[in-house]
């Protein structure tokens, strides 16, 4: 009798596991797109020390152009938006290892990043451009950047941008920032005499600091914009490019970028 409660037992035990394991194994198996339905919760990657894209206000809270559209993607995937702060030089490699579904985070489409990523988008279109103190007339074009202390924020594509400009001695002369925040405050104490970044964050900080901060006469070609997403993920890609698309023809774009920039600059 004690040999047959045994085996009883041990037949329950083994069954439980066994449906645990399938369970667990079918969570496993479901796509980034199927959780995030499932859980309600679309998981976004963005350094939110970059105004006026991503950014913390006085609130403590994260706003900006980015964050609202992450929001209205997050609602038209029927989820709520969960934002996960990350540095610029670790938002590549955190992706990849899941720590979030995606990165909007003013992320530029490259070559190289499409080699890394599905980048869906473009949604806006920004420049590089210098930013210099206010009354500095001496830098009028990239040429200019030739022998003076200069400032990027590493791994940005104005830090390639610099990287590949010959007249510049990117080891002696470039200082690399982690924080664009950072590099805003050492050109403001003359610690360097420009800093080469995206034009909407430049011209962010000129309007915020018009007695600090101006904008030189000169510009590269602009580039598009998007939103990472890994390479597997190819439905929430095709998804997310779909809402983008919504988005674009119902006008909500062009309403954030009014909001943000006193202009469309989406097109």
Do not use: H
Request: proline letters at 2%.
């Amino acid at each position: 009798m004690v040999y047959k409660k045994l085996i009883t037992i041990c037949l329950l035990v083994l069954f439980i596991a066994t449906f645990l394991s399938g369970c667990s194994n079918k969570n496993q198996n479901i796509s980034t797109l199927q959780k995030i339905k499932q859980n309600k919760e679309f998981v976004v990657g963005m350094d939110n020390t970059f105004p006026p894209m991503e950014f913390t206000d006085d609130n403590n809270n994260t706003v900006g152009f980015d964050v609202d559209l992450a929001n209205e993607i997050a609602k038209r995937l029927g989820a709520k938006l969960k934002i996960v702060a990350v540095d610029w030089s670790g938002i590549q490699s955190a992706l990849k290892s899941k720590k979030f579904d995606a990165i909007i985070s003013c992320f530029s489409i490259t070559d190289e990043r499409k080699k890394a990523f599905n980048l869906a988008g473009p949604y806006l279109y920004i420049r590089q451009v210098i930013a210099v103190k206010k009354g500095d007339t001496s830098i009028k074009s990239f040429e200019d950047l030739k022998g003076i202390k200069i400032g990027v924020q590493a791994n940005t594509t104005g830090d390639s941008a610099v990287q590949k400009m010959k007249f510049i001695n990117y080891e002696k002369d470039v200082t690399r920032y982690e924080r664009i925040t950072d590099a805003f405050n050492d050109l403001d104490i003359g610690r360097i005499k420009a800093v080469v970044i995206d034009s909407v964050v430049a011209y962010y900080y000129k309007k915020q600091n018009p007695e600090k901060f101006d904008i030189a006469p000169a510009e590269l070609e602009k580039e598009p914009v998007g939103i990472a997403l890994r390479k597997e993920d190819k439905d929430l890609y095709e998804e997310i490019q779909k809402i983008l698309n919504q988005l674009k023809e119902d006008g909500t774009i062009a309403k954030i970028s009014k909001k943000w920039f006193g202009e469309d600059i989406t097109k």
